[in-house]
């Protein structure tokens, strides 16, 4: 076993770090207060890869691994979730579905704008009444002639007020329910495509999330992505893989709030002394290493394995899972070790709490997770 990483892991977790530090942290308040979406941090971002992390050179791309990005996510996620999770959808929910089931030519076509952040990428499969039962898909795909006319809404579908491609999933044959869906390379400036209402959130503030409005929006039949018919598998497959990705925002998010609390702690003094001579302080501190740390070494293993083409699926759930719900857990310390002031807005901790929520619910709910353990577990 093998816990080191490659020097260029190394450098792309630096460089990530680097920037995060110089450039997002000196804006995550802004971008939390405000709510908008910070479009320039972003194409900095391509600029330096981080839109094309798996991408394959030949493409455009950077061409690295899982691990390499999830390294990245968590350094980004530290300085702010929202900005990761533009990234980590982009590049795992978007370029990772055209990576393993796109043509050539959709390949040739996509991905090199997906890289340089020509095009932002959005998910589109969640629906009013298709959440966690993701196969009950509303939205219709009909046949027509060298197009597939498109009519349905999509909801909570992150980056879409702001996407220029959208994965979008739909049924192409309801009477087989899971087994007849469909999958869709759809731009966005596609004539019936429209942003209906931007959500208002809790918190990941400045990662906009919206209705997709598809009005007999016709999608050209090369665009179809995968077979017809077998887009549940896209799904599945997709966010297996994505799984580790979130993980590793959980990781960050949680990495993060332990230090504020940490730093807090050695600052904080009550009955004369610093609050991190406390035994039950120091007890807080102990419990949230050992959550972050285990929680860092599943998301690895479940990205290492991604990496190495074997199944991945409940290594993924599992991490993610653990990975979300600690990231609550440490989020809530941290805000404990602040007392009062973690309350108070102008702590990040109380940002990183509202943040945190978010990691148990999208990209499956942890009841979810759970189901396809245990499924999983009871199947041997
Ligand atoms: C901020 C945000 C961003 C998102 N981004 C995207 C995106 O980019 N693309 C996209 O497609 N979707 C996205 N989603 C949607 C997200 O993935 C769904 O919200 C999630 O899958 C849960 O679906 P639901 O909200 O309909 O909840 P429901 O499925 O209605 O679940 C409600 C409750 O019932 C539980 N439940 C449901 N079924 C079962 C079961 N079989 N066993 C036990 N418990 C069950 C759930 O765990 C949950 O606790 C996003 C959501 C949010 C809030």
Redesign the pocket.
């Known amino acids: 076993m093998d816990f080191q990483f490659t020097e260029e892991q190394l450098m792309i977790r630096d460089t990530a770090r680097d920037f995060a530090e110089e450039q997002i942290k000196p804006r995550e308040m802004e971008i939390d207060e405000t709510g908008e979406y910070p479009r320039d941090l972003i194409m900095k971002m391509a600029e330096l890869g981080f839109l094309g992390m798996i991408i394959p050179e030949e493409y455009g791309g950077s061409g690295l691994d899982m691990v390499t990005m999830c390294l990245a996510a968590e350094e980004i996620t530290k300085a702010s979730a929202a900005v990761s999770?533009t990234m980590g959808?982009h590049n795992s929910?978007v370029t990772l579905p055209i990576i393993d089931y796109g043509t050539e030519e959709q390949k040739k076509k996509y991905l090199p704008k997906l890289a340089s952040g020509e095009m932002l990428g959005?998910?589109?499969?969640?629906e009013?009444n298709?959440?966690?039962?993701?196969g009950n898909q509303e939205t219709t795909a009909v046949e027509d002639g060298d197009y597939y006319v498109l009519n349905g809404r999509?909801?909570?579908?992150?980056?879409?007020p702001v996407a220029d491609l959208a994965v979008v999933?739909a049924a192409t044959d309801r009477s087989r329910g899971p087994r007849g869906l469909s999958v869709f390379l759809v731009e966005a400036n596609t004539p019936g495509f429209q942003v209906g209402t931007i959500?208002k959130?809790m918190g990941?503030l400045g990662?906009p999330?919206s209705e997709l409005v598809f009005e007999d929006m016709r999608v050209p039949k090369e665009n179809l992505l995968g077979k017809k018919n077998r887009a549940f598998r896209v799904a599945v497959t997709t966010i297996d893989g994505a799984r580790a990705g979130v993980a590793a925002q959980c990781v960050g998010v949680a990495q993060r709030a332990m230090e504020e609390a940490i730093a807090y702690s050695k600052e904080r003094k009550q009955f004369g002394q610093h609050i991190s001579g406390f035994q039950l302080i120091q007890g807080h501190i102990a419990d949230m290493a050992v959550m972050v740390e285990s929680a860092r070494l599943l998301t690895f293993k479940a990205a290492w394995l991604r990496d190495q083409g074997k199944p991945c699926g409940t290594a993924s759930a599992i991490a993610k899972l653990y990975a979300s719900e600690i990231c609550t857990k440490v989020a809530h310390k941290a805000v404990q070790i602040h007392g009062g002031y973690g309350y108070i807005r102008d702590y990040v901790v109380e940002r990183l709490y509202r943040d945190a929520r978010?990691m148990e619910?999208?990209?499956?709910?942890?009841?979810?997770q759970?189901?396809s353990i245990a499924l999983d577990m009871l199947k041997h």
Not at 122 to 126: G, H, I, K, R, S
Not at 154 to 160: D, L, M, S, V
Not at 361 to 367: A, C, F, I, K, N
Request: hydrophobic fraction near 40%; glycine fraction near 8%; include cysteine.
């Open positions: 999770l959808l929910l959005c998910f589109a499969l969640t009013p298709a959440g966690s039962d993701a999509k909801q909570f579908i992150t980056n879409g999933f959500e959130k990941i990662s999330t978010i619910l999208y990209e499956g709910t942890s009841e979810i759970r189901v």
